[in-house]
């Protein structure tokens, strides 16, 4: 049987990075963890064990570290953009970079005092090939978003197996985890990034939801038709279920007051939301 070698790339994952700029007194850090892949010609490596193509992980690695010292870290797509077209053009066998990146924030407590803020994390992956061709997508996670009411769910299929009552006024809630894709040159990543978020935050709140898709299109929709930079919205929406509990054995009533929140298992929605005319998207979500 004739076998052959499928795609593949290697890189250095989750290099930790913190970036201290001092204003005098007044420090500004960030704080992220940047993951690199590359491939290319790496046909010998796998085959013979030749490392004669290889950019060591340590030295990506390196890397990182040394364009934070040289360039700084700005926006995080910008970084990554920076370091991408730095691997995919510094050695010739590699053909393709990808760089992802977590930002965690920080809450200003003093000229040099910090608090970490909560669980939200911005995200960015840019790829970028020793052709010059690049794709930026932006995103956040764990976003926790709730509403209290405003939330039905009826009229599904029930069939032998279904328990699940019908509701018309439940709790949702969620963990946002979104990605956006960039369609051209955007000015400033940063004000992008908080249309975008705005955008998903205010759609969540001001949809009266008759199901979780319906908000996930809804959330998609209002930050492709505010935001012009982006031309695709790719969404996952766990649903953190919230459970009324029957207070009757202790002759209480439950006006939607009282919850159980239930952290498993979880309904999982999915979904992405583009322009018509949204151009191809290459190896974006790769």
């Avoid at 007044?26 to 963890?33: A, G, L, P, R």
């Avoid at 010609?41 to 004669?52: I, K, Q, S």
């Avoid at 439940?170 to 955007?186: F, I, K, P, S």
């Avoid at 498993?264 to 583009?274: A, D, F, M, N, W």
Wanted: charged residues 25%; proline residues 4%; aromatic residues 8%.
């Amino acid at each position: 049987m004739a076998v052959k070698l499928g795609p593949n790339r290697y890189g250095k994952a989750e290099t930790r990075l913190v970036h201290v700029v001092k204003d005098g007194p007044v420090h500004h850090i960030k704080d992220v963890n940047v993951s690199t892949s590359l491939s290319g010609d790496m046909e010998a490596v796998h085959l013979t064990g030749d490392n004669a193509a290889v950019l060591p992980t340590d030295t990506q690695k390196n890397t990182v570290y040394a364009f934070a010292r040289k360039h700084g870290v700005g926006q995080i797509e910008e970084f990554a953009l920076l370091l991408a077209g730095h691997f995919a053009g510094s050695q010739p066998s590699i053909h393709h970079a990808r760089v992802e990146i977590e930002e965690y924030a920080w809450r200003r407590e003093g000229p040099h005092s910090f608090a970490r803020e909560g669980g939200e994390v911005r995200t960015c992956v840019v790829h970028r090939d020793r052709d010059g061709r690049a794709t930026v997508v932006s995103g956040l996670k764990d976003l926790v978003l709730l509403n209290s009411t405003g939330s039905e769910f009826h009229g599904y299929i029930a069939d032998e197996y279904t328990t699940l009552p019908p509701a018309t006024d439940r709790v949702l809630a969620t963990a946002v985890e979104a990605r956006w894709r960039h369609a051209a040159d955007t000015p400033s990543y940063g004000s992008s990034y908080e249309r975008v978020r705005r955008c998903l935050v205010e759609a969540f709140a001001d949809t009266h939801s008759r199901s979780l898709q319906q908000t996930l299109y809804a959330m998609g929709e209002r930050a492709l038709t505010t935001c012009e930079e982006i031309c695709e919205v790719r969404l996952a929406l766990p649903n953190r279920h919230h459970f009324a509990v029957d207070l009757s054995p202790f002759g209480l009533d439950n006006d939607n007051e009282v919850f159980f929140a239930a952290d498993r298992p979880y309904g999982l929605i999915e979904g992405s939301v583009l322009r018509e005319d949204a151009p191809d998207a290459g190896f974006a979500w790769e």
